[in-house]
């Protein structure tokens, strides 16, 4: 397993700000959020304690777009993507500073319309990734597809593995 190495994060959390869209000189959009998860845990005494973890958040080109149009302030959204720390030199005191951001290549928006999600659905959720090539992101849930009438029942053939 020499050389290979993963760099995957998914996080579903709740947008601690409404999404900021900008664009480089070479027109490709990027957006920056900040992205709350919750843990829960007991103390040493058995109390309940909440902690807040808030990630900083990035997305490039129709990704980003799509955030800017759909993911508001407090909307609940899965996030995929992997970490990166960048660094440089504080101008004024000279000392190495550090950022470390969550680059998105998928996200799915979760929560209807009115939950801060987006969305045309109470409690729907709509996906969508970068990582496939020509993604439109189609809002629409797929239609249930059912058996014909008097079909046959699966059998161990039918399955593909």
Do not use: C
Request: aromatic share 8%.
């Amino acid at each position: 397993m020499s050389g290979k190495s993963v760099n995957k994060v998914i996080l579903v959390g709740n947008l601690g700000k409404d999404p900021e869209i900008k664009y480089t000189p070479q027109g490709k959009a990027v957006a920056k959020f900040s992205l709350a998860t919750n843990e829960r845990y007991k103390d040493k005494d058995g109390n309940w304690q909440d902690r807040t973890e808030w990630h900083n958040i990035v997305l490039w080109e129709r990704l980003a777009e799509i955030a800017g149009e759909y993911l508001k302030k407090g909307g609940k959204v899965y996030i995929e993507g992997r970490i990166r720390t960048d660094s440089w030199d504080d101008k004024q005191t000279g000392q190495k500073k550090y950022m470390t951001n969550i680059i998105g290549s998928d996200i799915v928006l979760l929560g209807g319309r009115g939950e801060g999600g987006g969305g045309d659905r109470p409690g729907g959720s709509h996906g969508v990734s970068t990582s496939a090539p020509g993604n439109n992101f189609d809002q629409s849930a797929p239609e249930p597809q059912h058996a014909p009438a008097g079909g046959s029942p699966i059998t161990d053939e039918d399955i593909p593995f």
